[in-house]
């Protein structure tokens, strides 16, 4: 399993919201590549950065907090929010991103999203399936999309997509932990590499989400509240990685 902290952006700032709400937004830190420096440094390979002015915007916003992370670091990040063209996605790539999580487009444009995943392979382009009872979530997660969790995951195994990041926006920044079972019956159901997100708050999570089968497991607010801590993060690289 692998291990993937949380940057989520807000005006070149880290912050966590809670449930997707903008008006519950708490900031944790003025410099992201500071916290991203402290995440390498416990061992971390990987961080999950999410553009929120973007996914609001739906247009990038936070190019620059990208590339100071990119360039100060030896992180491998999947950048999402707000990624909506293809001159999006070079702007990604061009500012230090390894991968791109595209969600919004890949229900509201299918063709496009394929076209993109064709160009960039399986290896670069990340599935975002942001969730809600079930139904995807789009655009910031303001708006319903009427498309179900499974039914994507089920159009995008056959079509080629490798990873996907399943949020559960219902879940997200509580702490209160994830649905188990959610994740394990979709592990179960798609060929998939899922990757789990939303309500993580403890150790044990993590170890639950592992059982269930998922390939990662971002992890957010629970470091930023220190639920887990640095040294807890480091210990669990080494184990997981």
Same mark, same amino acid.
């Given at each position: 399993?692998?291990?993937?902290? =949380?940057? *989520?952006? +807000? !005006? ?8 997707? *709400? ?14 991203? $420096? ?24 936070? $190019? ?12 491998? +990040? !999947?950048?999402?929010?707000?990624? @909506?063209?293809?001159? *999006? ?10 991968? /791109? ?45 009427? /498309? ?5 995951? !089920? ?12 949020? !559960? ?17 979709? /592990?179960?159901?798609? %060929?998939?590499? +899922? +990757?789990?997100? %939303?309500?993580?708050?403890? $150790? ?5 989400? *592992?059982? =269930? ?24 690289? $080494?184990? @997981?990685?």
């Amino acid at each position: 399993m692998r291990i993937i902290p =949380a940057l *989520d952006i +807000i !005006d070149n700032k880290c912050v966590r919201l809670t449930r997707g *709400d903008y008006s519950s937004m708490s900031v944790y830190s003025s410099d992201p590549l500071d916290m991203a $420096l402290r995440f390498e440094d416990a061992g971390c390979r990987y961080i999950h950065m999410v553009d929120l002015d973007g996914a609001k915007s739906r247009h990038i916003v936070n $190019l620059g907090a990208l590339e100071r992370v990119a360039s100060g670091t030896g992180l491998k +990040i !999947d950048f999402g929010g707000g990624i @909506k063209s293809r001159e *999006d996605i070079e702007s990604a790539f061009n500012s230090g991103a390894s991968q /791109v999580v595209i969600g919004s487009v890949a229900v509201t444009m299918p063709e496009l999203f394929l076209e993109w995943l064709e160009r960039y392979g399986s290896e670069k382009v990340i599935l975002g399936a942001d969730f809600r009872n079930g139904e995807i979530a789009i655009n910031g997660w303001k708006d319903e999309s009427k /498309v179900f969790l499974s039914d994507l995951l !089920d159009v995008y195994h056959a079509k080629g997509v490798s990873h996907a990041i399943c949020t !559960d926006i219902s879940k997200d920044g509580t702490l209160e932990g994830p649905v188990i079972e959610t994740y394990r019956a979709i /592990v179960c159901k798609t %060929g998939i590499n +899922i +990757i789990a997100s %939303g309500g993580i708050g403890s $150790l044990s999570d993590i170890r639950r989400l *592992d059982d =269930a089968g998922c390939e990662g497991v971002v992890i957010g607010k629970a470091l930023y509240e220190n639920k887990i801590t640095l040294k807890e993060l480091s210990e669990l690289c $080494l184990k @997981k990685e």
